[in-house]
C-alpha cells in the first residue's frame, strides 16, 4: 500500500493488480510443481533441503499438535507476559531518556539466527546514522522507503534468474528415463 501511495497508484489498480497475481501466482504453481516432480521425485537427492527439512519439520509439528511441547499452565502464561511488560515499561524510559531501545528490535533478535540478526542491525544501523549524515536527512526520510523497494524488487528479480538457471541446468542432466 505505501509502494503504491509513493507511486500515485489509484487503490483499485494496486487491488486489480494484486488480485491478478495471486490469480497467476497460484496456477503457475501447480505448473513449477509438475516441472520439477517431472525432474525427480520429491523429496530425492536432487532437492536436499527436502530430505533435510521435511524430517524436522514434521517431527516439530507433531511435538505441537500433540502436545507434548507445551501444556497450560497460568503460570507458564503469566510469568513472562510480566516479564516482557516489564522490559518494554523499561525499555520506554530509556527511550524517552535517550537511550536507543527497541523491544520489537529486543524480541527478534533473540528468535533469528545470528547471520540474519547481524546484517539487520548493520543495516538499522546505517539507516539511523551513517545514511543521514551522508546524504541528507530530509532527503533520506522522504527516499529510504523506495530505496528498500528497489533493493528488494532487484533481489526478487535476482532470485528469480537464479532459480530459473538453477532449474534450466537441472533439467538438461537429469532425464526421465
Keep these: 500500500m505505501k509502494a503504491a501511495y509513493l507511486t500515485k497508484t489509484r487503490l483499485s489498480d494496486f487491488f486489480k493488480a494484486f488480485i491478478f497475481t495471486a490469480i497467476v501466482f497460484f496456477v503457475m504453481s501447480f505448473v513449477y ?3 520439477y516432480w517431472s525432474i525427480a521425485p520429491i523429496p530425492s537427492s536432487v532437492y536436499p533441503q527436502t530430505l533435510i527439512s521435511w ?3 514434521a517431527a516439530s509439528s507433531c ?3 500433540s502436545g507434548q511441547i507445551f501444556k497450560f499452565r497460568s503460570e507458564t502464561l503469566i510469568y ?3 516479564l516482557m511488560l516489564s522490559v518494554g515499561i523499561i525499555g520506554e524510559a530509556l527511550s524517552k531518556m535517550g537511550i536507543p531501545f527497541s523491544l ?3 524480541l527478534t533478535g533473540t528468535y533469528i539466527l ?3 540478526a547481524v546484517p539487520t542491525f548493520i543495516g538499522a544501523f546505517i539507516s539511523k546514522y551513517l545514511a543521514p549524515k551522508v546524504v541528507g536527512k530530509e532527503w533520506w526520510n522522504e527516499n529510504k522507503a523506495l530505496i528498500v523497494a528497489g533493493v528488494a524488487a532487484g533481489e526478487g528479480i ?3 534468474l537464479a532459480t530459473a538457471i538453477v532449474m534450466v541446468s537441472k533439467a538438461t542432466w537429469i532425464l526421465p528415463f
Excluded: E
Aim: no cysteine; net charge neutral.
Design 63 to 65: 511435538l505441537w499438535i
Design 158 to 160: 535476482l532470485i528469480g
Design 104 to 106: 520489537i528490535g529486543l
Design 55 to 57: 524430517p524436522v519439520q
Design 80 to 82: 513472562p507476559f510480566a
Design 114 to 116: 545470528p547471520t540474519s
Design 33 to 35: 510443481v509438475q516441472f
